[in-house]
């Protein structure tokens, strides 16, 4: 089964900055609006942000403290998360996914999920 595919992850300095990219593209039937959720060990998978890739509405999590943007290219079928003043904290997988109904927020109304891009913010 198809899936999407993030990239961009990292090591970084606190006060850094990331952009991590997610594609879907050649997944058919999927929802438009995709969503990024990290997961650090031994915690649950947060969701971040999240973008309607058609009607390019931003929706943002909790962790996103003002300090991450979420954007999409409808036509590469891309996300992207811009993440400012990282933070140790932040040190999670950070995956994408296909939402399929239900609240954006929760990890069980995504369908498709990418094998996530690790992102490690050094003190």
């Known amino acids: 089964q198809a899936q999407p595919v993030e990239s961009g992850g990292g090591l970084v300095q606190a006060g850094g900055s990331l952009r991590l990219s997610c594609t879907a593209s050649?997944?058919?039937?999927?929802?438009?609006?995709m969503g990024w959720f990290r997961q650090a060990p031994g915690r649950e998978r947060e969701f971040v942000a999240g973008?309607?890739?058609?009607?390019?509405?931003?929706f943002y999590g909790t962790p996103a403290k003002g300090r991450f943007t979420v954007a999409g290219d409808n036509r590469k079928k891309t996300v992207y998360l811009n993440m400012n003043r990282l933070e140790p904290d932040d040190t999670a997988i950070y995956y994408c996914a296909t939402h399929r109904g239900g609240s954006v927020t929760v990890a069980s109304s995504y369908d498709r999920w990418g094998p996530g891009t690790q992102v490690t913010v050094s003190s």
């Open positions: 050649g997944l058919t039937g999927s929802s438009d609006f």
């Open positions: 973008i309607s890739l058609t009607s390019d509405s931003p």
